[in-house]
């Protein structure tokens, strides 16, 4: 009962969809009780209440950079510890059009994990399920991007030996050096360099 009371105590300092989901449960536990796994939301709600919210994270240097690709649909993959992330634009026909979803980079859309969005004001907005350790590395793959996409770029591709935007291994000489191929540096305005 303690924890249900927590809930209700501090229910007023949830976002607007966590208030009408923790209003849901109050009522529920009230009339037929609730399941382990709704306990288990009851005290990530409460959790979320207690914590203080952390500052925005602005990273509109990546809306710009994306928004200014020559591409219907820009993407980017990069190395994030021993998982890589991708950022795309959501399409007209998402909930958010226009939003750039930060997810993992699993090829099939069902097995990715979402990591969050950033809005077109440059703001990340992180998923609420998403573990400390986790948002950590994300903020800092994002703020490395905003700061030097070529760079960033570079680094992937030195890494994994294949071009952050489209995938494709590098085989020419000067992709190699540079770290992303010489279409995608055309198409993201990026700078192709010597050859190594």
Not at 56 to 73: C, G, H, Q, T, Y
Not at 87 to 108: E, K, Q, W, Y
Not at 169 to 189: E, F, N, Q, T
Request: net charge positive.
């Amino acid at each position: 009962m303690e924890r249900i009371d927590a809930l209700r105590d501090t229910i007023a300092r949830l976002g607007e969809s966590d208030q009408a989901f923790a209003r849901s449960l109050l009522d529920q536990a009230a009339h037929r009780g609730l399941s382990s796994k709704q306990m288990a939301w009851v005290d990530k709600l409460v959790a979320r209440a207690i914590t203080p919210k952390a500052a925005p994270i602005d990273v509109r240097e990546i809306v710009s950079f994306m928004s200014n690709a020559a591409l219907k649909r820009p993407q980017i993959i990069l190395a994030m510890g021993e998982e890589t992330v991708r950022l795309s634009i959501a399409g007209p026909g998402s909930r958010t059009p226009g939003h750039i979803n930060v997810t993992s980079a699993d090829r099939t859309y069902d097995d990715r994990k979402f990591y969050g969005r950033i809005g077109p004001d440059g703001r990340f907005d992180p998923s609420l399920s998403m573990e400390p350790e986790t948002m950590t590395a994300i903020v800092a793959v994002l703020r490395a991007i905003a700061s030097d996409p070529a760079g960033t770029a570079a680094k992937y591709g030195h890494l994994t030996g294949e071009c952050c935007f489209c995938r494709l291994p590098l085989s020419d000489p000067r992709s190699l050096h540079v770290g992303y191929g010489k279409i995608c540096a055309r198409k993201w305005g990026l700078p192709y360099g010597e050859k190594g």
